[in-house]
């Protein structure tokens, strides 16, 4: 021990020169960097606080060998390990993120990868271009045409195409058991020539399989179909099948799996298809809306697929209720490919008790807050031991909630945008983008962007409950309120566990991160939280901000622009590694 003046004695941290997968390398090779360990493995390095080594440690040198050293500056580079430090501490560039294909999961780029910036996805057919990301193309479906905005918001409205009618689908003509109705008939008997008027008459002649092929007209609904049949016609803007106040427009029964539905519109009842028990059931160019309560109902073990369709507004019947485009309950299943949910008074998709969701290509948008008595607008929400796996979803302008799983359920996303969330006047103040919540629900995200929320960006809350995000951007979370409500990018509450890795967060108002309240979790590595500001009333302005008898661990993060504090801890016992 060398003796010395009072400045010379600083605190010392030992380092070495790792790869990705924390074996030795070479200072200067590509994905060399640091990392912190005890000054006894071999090749740590010493250095005092606030530097790092230039180098290597000298060969033969003991572990724990003094440096040579130098200040401490920009640690990563574009999201990978870099050696070149500087003396200033610019904002670093974004993570990057890459994938084998559209269809491949988010991974860590190898080295000569470029991939794109967190944020960002690949521009489809174009290899090496990157563009904001939206989660999904879908506007408008295959079918579906173009036909000015949607009231309040930015995305336009859709209608069905009378371009893409035929006058009978040839799979039609060469089918067997193909019974024929036309509104504009009477006293026929099902055949082309002369066909029957209504669904209720084809119905009564139908048998296991039959094809029951509607001409350009309205129809009656109200029926409950008891045998697997196909129900097609010649294209959703030409033929409509309509419900009542009481009663969907369609039920496919128990007995009926196996039904197919296409080139139809659903409308006026009181849910629009619902789908009771019936397994296999498939739904194509179909448009449901608008009806009352629920757009598409499946229940009680039923299972389905839906392609290329709009399930759109939904309204509600009672005050005090709210509304779901989709709603998938009692242990049942459906699997959504490019179909888009918009305008409902309430869930745009609901999953729940035992029930699951698989998603490709999914677009949620303009679901609305109703009252003060009721939570609604929300895009797609979990609940009860449900599971959902998202993959190009795009959830836009809605107004409570992004995406949630909520007690038991589990959520696996990729490639997700959510955006423009902001509450209604006299809603809650406080609007969630991603969220894990209640007891072991579980959220699993990867090449996320969540931009413009007005409350929580992404937040894990309630004993059990755990977030992982990797490859994500968290942009512009602000406060709705008069009062100007605390709010926060990523928050962790109420002993829950939360792991975030190569996430960039950019303007806050509030706060970066939040973790409150006793035995709440948070890993976080190589994440950035760049200009954080206050708010008028709560005050703010953190990095971090950390409560009572919490844990946070810190690995590779960069803090900066901030107007108050890098990181807080205004209460007792919390802990920070």
């Known amino acids: 021990l060398t003796m010395g003046n009072a400045a010379s004695c600083v605190p010392r941290w030992c380092s070495r020169w790792v790869d990705a997968d924390a074996k030795p390398c070479a200072l200067g090779a590509v994905g060399c960097g640091l990392e912190a360990v005890?000054?006894?493995?071999?090749?740590?390095?010493?250095?005092?606080?606030?530097?790092?080594?230039?180098?290597?440690?000298?060969?033969?040198?003991?572990?724990?060998?003094?440096?040579?050293?130098?200040?401490?500056?920009?640690?990563?580079?574009?999201?990978?390990?870099?050696?070149?430090?500087?003396?200033?501490?610019?904002?670093?560039?974004?993570?990057?993120?890459?994938?084998?294909?559209?269809?491949?999961?988010?991974?860590?780029?190898?080295?000569?990868?470029?991939?794109?910036?967190?944020?960002?996805?690949?521009?489809?057919?174009?290899?090496?271009?990157?563009?904001?990301?939206?989660?999904?193309?879908?506007?408008?479906?295959?079918?579906?045409?173009?036909?000015?905005?949607?009231?309040?918001?930015?995305?336009?409205r859709c209608e069905p195409d009378p371009g893409a009618c035929e006058q009978i689908d040839p799979a039609i003509v060469a089918a067997k058991s193909v019974i024929y109705v036309d509104a504009a008939a009477s006293n026929g008997d099902g055949s082309l020539g002369a066909p029957f008027a209504t669904l209720a008459a084809a119905l009564n002649v139908a048998t296991t399989g039959a094809v029951i092929a509607f001409a350009a007209g309205s129809y009656v609904g109200t029926q409950?179909?008891?045998?697997?049949?196909?129900?097609?016609?010649?294209?959703?803007?030409?033929?409509?099948?309509?419900?009542?106040?009481?009663?969907?427009?369609?039920?496919?029964?128990?007995?009926?799996?196996?039904?197919?539905?296409?080139?139809?519109?659903?409308s006026n009842g009181r849910r629009g298809v619902e789908i009771s028990g019936a397994s296999k059931v498939v739904v194509e160019r179909v448009l449901i809306g608008p009806n009352f309560e629920r757009g598409l109902s499946m229940n009680y073990g039923a299972s389905a697929t839906i392609r290329d369709s709009i399930i759109?507004?939904?309204?509600?019947?009672?005050?005090?209720?709210?509304?779901?485009?989709?709603?998938?309950?009692?242990?049942?299943?459906?699997?959504?490919?490019?179909?888009?949910?918009?305008?409902?008074?309430?869930?745009?998709?609901?999953?729940?008790?035992?029930?699951?969701?698989?998603?490709?290509?999914?677009?949620?948008?303009?679901?609305?807050?109703?009252?003060?008595?009721?939570?609604?607008?929300?895009?797609?929400?979990?609940?009860?031991?449900?599971?959902?796996?998202?993959?190009?979803?795009?959830?836009?302008?809605?107004?409570?909630?992004?995406?949630?799983?909520?007690?038991?359920?589990?959520?696996?996303?990729?490639?997700?945008?959510?955006?423009?969330?902001?509450?209604?006047?006299?809603?809650?103040?406080?609007s969630i983008g991603l969220t894990s919540a209640g007891a072991v629900s579980k959220v699993v995200a990867s090449a996320v962007r969540i931009d413009d929320v007005f409350g929580i960006a992404v937040q894990s809350s309630d004993d059990g409950a755990d977030l992982k995000l990797t490859h994500a951007a968290i942009e512009r979370t602000a406060s709705f309120t008069v009062d100007d409500s605390l709010t926060t990018a990523l928050g962790v509450y109420d002993a829950a566990t939360a792991t975030v890795r190569s996430v960039y967060i950019e303007d806050s108002k509030g706060a970066g991160v939040h973790v409150d309240r006793k035995g709440s979790k948070l890993e976080l590595e190589d994440v950035v939280i760049h200009h954080v500001r206050n708010t008028a009333a709560k005050g703010g302005g953190y990095g971090i901000h950390l409560g009572s008898g919490v844990e946070l661990t810190l690995r590779r993060v960069y803090i900066g622009d901030v107007v108050e504090a890098g990181i807080l801890s205004d209460f007792d016992g919390a802990k920070v590694d």
């Open 312 to 430: 759109e507004d939904v309204a509600v019947v009672h005050k005090g209720q709210h509304a779901e485009g989709i709603v998938v309950d009692v242990q049942s299943h459906v699997t959504v490919e490019r179909v888009r949910v918009c305008g409902v008074a309430g869930h745009g998709v609901l999953v729940r008790v035992d029930s699951s969701l698989t998603a490709t290509d999914l677009l949620v948008d303009g679901t609305n807050y109703l009252n003060a008595e009721v939570l609604g607008g929300m895009g797609i929400w979990l609940d009860t031991n449900a599971k959902a796996t998202l993959r190009r979803v795009r959830l836009s302008h809605n107004r409570s909630f992004g995406a949630g799983a909520f007690a038991l359920s589990t959520l696996h996303a990729e490639r997700l945008a959510i955006e423009h969330l902001r509450p209604a006047a006299g809603q809650s103040p406080v």
């Open 38 to 156: 005890d000054c006894a493995v071999a090749g740590a390095v010493s250095c005092a606080a606030g530097e790092v080594p230039q180098g290597a440690a000298a060969e033969g040198a003991q572990n724990g060998a003094m440096g040579p050293c130098r200040a401490v500056g920009q640690l990563t580079s574009d999201g990978r390990r870099s050696d070149a430090f500087v003396d200033a501490l610019p904002v670093p560039p974004r993570q990057r993120w890459c994938a084998d294909d559209a269809d491949a999961p988010p991974r860590d780029c190898k080295p000569g990868e470029v991939g794109c910036a967190v944020g960002e996805e690949p521009v489809p057919d174009k290899p090496g271009l990157c563009r904001p990301m939206i989660g999904t193309d879908l506007l408008c479906p295959t079918g579906f045409i173009e036909s000015g905005l949607r009231p309040g918001s930015p995305l336009p």
């Open 224 to 266: 409950t179909l008891t045998e697997k049949v196909t129900l097609v016609g010649r294209c959703a803007a030409l033929v409509t099948m309509t419900g009542s106040a009481n009663t969907p427009a369609l039920t496919i029964g128990p007995l009926a799996s196996g039904t197919t539905l296409r080139g139809i519109t659903f």
